[in-house]
């Protein structure tokens, strides 16, 4: 299973935060309006709350931090792309969840890049989208969010929007409340 590969690089907390019950994906899948992939759930079972590198961050359903609370910053980071091109005429290239095969954000950095599903097809054949927080620059990246923090951490994402060398390796995981 890709998540065994991911603890192999770094390790889970022993007591992760904002676990949730398994039973509680069907209301957290019932308000996004659709199945989320089953990695990104064995992850947040697995991990939790918390930072990887000491920069990357991953939404998460169960926290009451709404910085970090998947349904809160779905509606956040979807209505700042809508104003970019409303108000700004900047316009992102992918459709935008809920449009078929639209981006539906799943993370975000200290730097504010935000890492989105492209949801189109089957969501555990999802990749991930990171668009840059201070400009118009998109990367595609093949896999969801165990395949890409895992990538991510072993330095094997070529990006020019999360340079390999702000991932502190020191501090692989920490779990925050």
Not at 27 to 47: C, N, Q, T, V
């Amino acid at each position: 299973m890709i998540l065994e590969t991911l603890c192999d690089v770094i390790s889970p907390p022993d007591t992760p935060y904002d676990t949730g019950e398994t039973e509680a994906w069907h209301e957290i899948e019932g308000k996004i309006g659709r199945a989320l992939p089953s990695d990104y759930k064995a992850y947040i079972h697995r991990f939790g709350t918390g930072c990887i590198g000491k920069f990357v961050w991953v939404f998460n359903p169960f926290t009451g931090n709404a910085n970090l609370n998947l349904l809160h910053q779905i509606t956040v980071q979807l209505d700042v792309l809508h104003t970019l091109e409303e108000q700004f005429d900047v316009a992102c290239p992918y459709p935008l969840y809920p449009q078929p095969g639209g981006l539906l954000p799943w993370g975000i950095t200290d730097n504010g890049d935000v890492l989105f599903w492209q949801t189109t097809g089957n969501p555990d054949q999802w990749n991930t989208v990171i668009h840059e927080s201070r400009g118009p620059e998109y990367e595609e990246h093949p896999g969801g969010v165990v395949t890409f923090l895992t990538d991510l951490i072993l330095g094997n994402i070529e990006s020019t929007i999360i340079p390999f060398e702000l991932i502190d390796q020191q501090a692989p995981f920490v779990p925050a409340k």
